[in-house]
């Protein structure tokens, strides 16, 4: 499995699949947040966390892909994707080559037990951590926590060009206490890369 962070909170996932490779963009971004979509970008499937600017440009995204913006359980090309309402965002996990991704969109506040137990067991998490109409640094670590997923990947933090302010991944690496950083934007695992022990907390870098 492959996973390239676009910017805020919009990922590019490609998966290998019984059926070959399947390509998966969540929260699809318009120009107007001050940075630039990938023009070329194709998809099987998009899924969209919240109807807002930063996520739900539908129309950037090539390939004719199976649009997930509601609650349900949804399987694309032997991909499952699971997508639990919360309030005002949606959290999805998707699972592919025997490993659980979620995607907390919009996410301002620590999860229910209800939604914790709708998420599961988590491999890979994407949160966001740049405050403001998301998760702060400080309450990121806390959901984390409630999670213990073996890798996390922020979202949602400051790059530049953004117009919207946020804090940026420095702030979250201080909250969290370290974090292991990629030069790329593209983090590539399979199962047996997991971590068994100590969490992983990759930050991947916007290109």
């Given amino acids: 499995m492959q996973i390239s962070w676009l910017g805020l909170s919009c990922f590019e996932i490609t998966t290998s699949t019984t059926t070959g490779e399947v390509s998966l963009v969540v929260d699809p971004y318009g120009n107007e947040t001050g940075l630039r979509f990938p023009r070329t970008l194709e998809a099987d499937i998009v899924c ?16 004719d892909p199976f649009v997930v913006k509601m609650p349900g359980e949804f399987e694309i090309k032997d991909v499952f994707v699971y997508a639990n309402q919360s309030e005002g965002t949606i959290l999805f996990r998707i699972e592919s080559e025997g490993m659980r991704v979620a995607h ?8 229910t037990n209800k939604e914790l137990e709708e998420l599961g067991t988590v491999d890979v ?8 109409r998301v998760l702060t640094p400080k ?14 990947v ?3 933090h400051a ?4 117009k919207e302010t ?41 290109t």
């Fill in 159 to 162: 790059v530049p060009n953004m």
């Fill in 48 to 63: 969209v966390s919240h109807d807002e600017s930063d996520a739900n440009n539908l129309s950037a995204v090539g390939g």
């Fill in 104 to 111: 907390l969109g919009a996410l301002n506040r620590v999860l």
């Fill in 154 to 156: 922020p979202m949602t």
């Fill in 166 to 206: 946020l804090a940026t991944a420095d702030d979250f690496c201080k909250a969290i206490g370290a974090c292991r950083r990629e030069a790329t934007n593209k983090f590539k695992f399979a199962r047996k890369d997991l971590p068994e022990e100590d969490m992983l907390i990759m930050e991947l870098a916007r």
């Fill in 139 to 152: 309450l990121a670590a806390e959901v984390i926590s409630q999670i213990e997923p073996r890798v996390v």
């Fill in 125 to 132: 998490l994407m949160v966001p951590v740049g405050g403001g």
